[in-house]
């Protein structure tokens, strides 16, 4: 039972993603008193971001101006190895879900997705 001076810790999330739409999408999804969401938008910031700060998740979108996500997954788990990945993509989903799962993404969303799919592919993550 939580009382007034109860905390619930805050998940931290980051977003890599360079698309706006989907940035503003996915944090309308995800709001939450209980979720902290930071977002960038190439690789480069992400290495910066993650020198700094230990998100609970990554959000991670494959095709980003400096690189492939794909390729970043390495350098998370060799780097963050507690860090949950949520691989992102729309182009070729099927080849990229392989590729993303078997180099240690956690999960994989293809675009388009819903809400309920966000939501409960993050959940599932969190807990």
Do not use: W
């Amino acid at each position: 039972m939580l009382n007034s001076t109860t905390t619930v810790e805050s998940k931290k999330i980051l977003i890599i993603e360079d698309e706006g739409d989907i940035c503003l999408l996915l944090n309308i999804m995800l709001k939450k008193d209980e979720i902290d969401l930071e977002h960038v938008r190439s690789l480069a910031a992400a290495k910066e971001y993650l020198a700094e700060e230990k998100p609970h998740l990554i959000l991670l979108d494959n095709k980003l101006p400096d690189g492939f996500g794909v390729d970043f997954i390495n350098y998370i788990r060799s780097n963050h190895p507690d860090i949950k990945i949520l691989m992102i993509s729309g182009f070729h989903a099927s080849a990229v879900k392989d590729v993303a799962l078997f180099a240690g993404a956690d999960g994989f969303l293809e675009k388009p997705f819903s809400r309920e799919q966000v939501y409960s592919s993050v959940q599932a993550l969190l807990n």
